[in-house]
């Protein structure tokens, strides 16, 4: 019974350990690049499905939901692998390497949220909530904002970034957007679970 009980312990911590962000290795470099390659003809949206998060009030999953894209090593070399593919590049081992020197303690997020007038997004803070650590992110790059005619709303993009080391890469995390029109957007990643 003990062996047995070993076992599933040992299967368990295993599990999580495939799926949860973590250093990269060959194997794992090597799959990302396996995914962007046999992907690189589906459109971006598809894509970036495993790595994607909705606003947690969000009522319609649909182009005006508010999202947000977590793009951890695996997904950066993934799109790498994915854009020379697509150029009729080869793909490398170095060009991997690479996108990990360059993105060396960096998780980031590609952010969309809604507000009521074109000046909501001014001014962004963005945080990680983890249990009762609070990491505010090191630089926002804000992006070009946008009225949707369908949900009469204007739309705004940014890119965000956070230390990594100071993130527990095994647990969930909320990123929580706060706007310029006090409203504050959420989107829950459970780091366990996502390459």
Known sequence: MKIFISILLMMFFTYNQVFAIAPLNEQSITAAQKYGIDNSKI??????????S???????????AETAHIYTSYLLIATDAKEATLKNKKVTLQDSEKVIIDYND???FSIKVSGENDIFAQNLV?????????VKSVKIIPQAVSYNEKNKKYSAGSFVYF???SIELGKPIKLIISTSDNNKHCFYFDLAKIN
């Not at 909705?54 to 005006?64: A, F, G």
């Not at 963005?126 to 609070?134: K, R, T, W, Y």
Request: without cysteine; charged residues 25%.
């Open 106 to 108: 960096i998780l980031s």
């Open 126 to 134: 963005a945080i990680i909530v983890q249990g009762d650590n609070v």
């Open 163 to 165: 230390k990594e080391s």
């Open 43 to 52: 459109n971006l949206g598809l894509f970036l499905k495993p790595w994607l």
């Open 54 to 64: 909705y606003e947690e009030t969000s009522s319609k999953l649909d182009e005006t």
